[in-house]
């Protein structure tokens, strides 16, 4: 049975300033989505939503993984003859790229199940087809870094790998706010704050790249240190352009005082998840802070290989 997994993402730096041209730094990490495939009747189900799609039975539930098995048999990879299960660890909804890194791990598992060589190019053209379906106009950054892996600096639609050292000891915790919010909604609340006050929020879009500037610097010299400050100062920006809550604050500023090095929300903000630059020593005290506010802590590191063939989680 092929299983296949592929991993999720969060936004070091750049969120919302991308709109206006700015850039921003992504990396994929090791919190993955899950498919293994076998032998059925055209079935993908997840064991987090139940029946996604029933070929038999003509079910469609979800049309972005309907797309993806369109898509492998336009191309003359699929039959209609697997039985696919979706097993993830990557919370839905939180800006995480769960959609990418599912369509990811699915095209690829049941492309090899199919007995065909499953390359990168045709898992992120699979994948990029069912982002479309739930994202309507997708930037790639998610698909891309499931796909690819690695740390990414994305600027003006182009995408540029980053070739970085990152150290044993130091962790990245990933915290599920578990507020829900609509990315559209908060994406189109920035838009018209910036109209509204645009000689402000251009600096304020220019402290932003500038902030990129620097973190891309640290991350080459490996000062971590200075990294977690730069994500400290980018929370600060995310605020003033109301992205952040009084609910995100407070589980930034106590998981600072618990001793991270940086700590901001990622993705769209007003909920979503908060990710912390954390040292190993630091480690246990971090995620027992986040557990006392009633959270999970998810201890994550950079994942470089991408999507790839793995039967258990690793």
Same mark, same amino acid.
């Given at each position: 049975m092929p299983c296949s997994i592929a991993p999720g993402k969060i /936004?070091?730096?750049?969120?919302?300033?991308?709109? &206006?041209?700015?850039? $921003?730094? @992504?990396? $994929?990490? %090791?919190?993955?989505?899950?498919?293994?495939?076998? &032998?059925?009747?055209?079935?993908? =189900?997840?064991? *987090?939503?139940?029946?996604?799609?029933?070929l038999s039975s003509r079910v469609v539930n979800d049309r972005g993984v309907? &797309?993806?098995?369109?898509? /492998?048999? &336009?191309?003359?990879?699929?039959?209609?003859?697997?039985?696919?299960?979706?097993?993830? *660890?990557?919370?839905? @909804?939180?800006?995480?790229?769960?959609?990418?890194?599912? %369509?990811?791990?699915l095209a690829h598992a049941l492309t090899v199940f199919s007995g065909f060589e499953p390359s990168k190019e045709l898992v992120w053209e699979v994948s990029f087809e069912a982002e479309k379906i739930y994202h309507v106009n997708p930037s790639g950054i998610d698909n891309t870094l499931s796909v690819y892996g690695g740390i990414i600096l994305y600027k003006d639609k182009s995408f540029r790998r980053l070739e970085i050292k990152w150290p044993e000891d130091i962790y990245i915790v990933v915290v599920d706010s578990r507020i829900k919010r609509s990315t559209g909604q908060?994406?189109?609340?920035?838009?018209? +704050?910036? =109209?509204?006050?645009?000689?402000?929020?251009?600096?304020?879009?220019? $402290?932003? =790249?500038?902030?990129?500037?620097?973190?891309?610097?640290?991350?080459?010299?490996?000062?971590?240190? +200075?990294?977690? =400050?730069?994500?400290?100062?980018?929370?600060?920006?995310?605020?003033?352009?109301?992205?952040?809550?009084? $609910?995100?604050?407070?589980?930034?500023?106590?998981? +600072?005082?618990?001793?991270? /090095?940086?700590?901001?929300?990622?993705?769209?903000? +007003?909920?979503?998840?908060?990710?912390?630059?954390?040292e190993e020593a630091r480690r246990d005290n971090v995620s027992n802070r986040v557990r006392e506010l009633g959270l999970e802590p998810l201890l994550a590191k950079p994942d470089l290989k991408g999507v790839r063939a793995l039967s258990p989680y690793g």
């Open positions: /936004l070091l730096f750049g969120e919302h300033f991308v709109v &206006k041209g700015k850039p $921003a730094i @992504g990396m $994929a990490v %090791s919190v993955y989505a899950k498919t293994c495939v076998s &032998k059925g009747v055209g079935i993908v =189900e997840s064991g *987090q939503l139940g029946i996604l799609v029933d309907h &797309k993806i098995i369109e898509e /492998l048999s &336009k191309r003359g990879i699929l039959k209609n003859n697997f039985h696919a299960v979706i097993e993830s *660890q990557i919370p839905i @909804g939180s800006g995480m790229g769960s959609s990418a890194a599912v %369509s990811s791990a908060v994406v189109a609340d920035v838009l018209s +704050r910036y =109209e509204k006050y645009p000689t402000i929020y251009s600096r304020i879009y220019e $402290a932003g =790249e500038a902030i990129v500037t620097e973190a891309l610097k640290a991350l080459e010299t490996g000062d971590f240190v +200075r990294l977690g =400050e730069l994500m400290d100062i980018n929370h600060g920006l995310l605020a003033s352009i109301s992205v952040s809550s009084s $609910a995100i604050d407070r589980i930034v500023w106590s998981i +600072r005082e618990a001793g991270a /090095l940086g700590v901001k929300v990622s993705g769209a903000g +007003r909920g979503g998840i908060v990710i912390a630059l954390v």
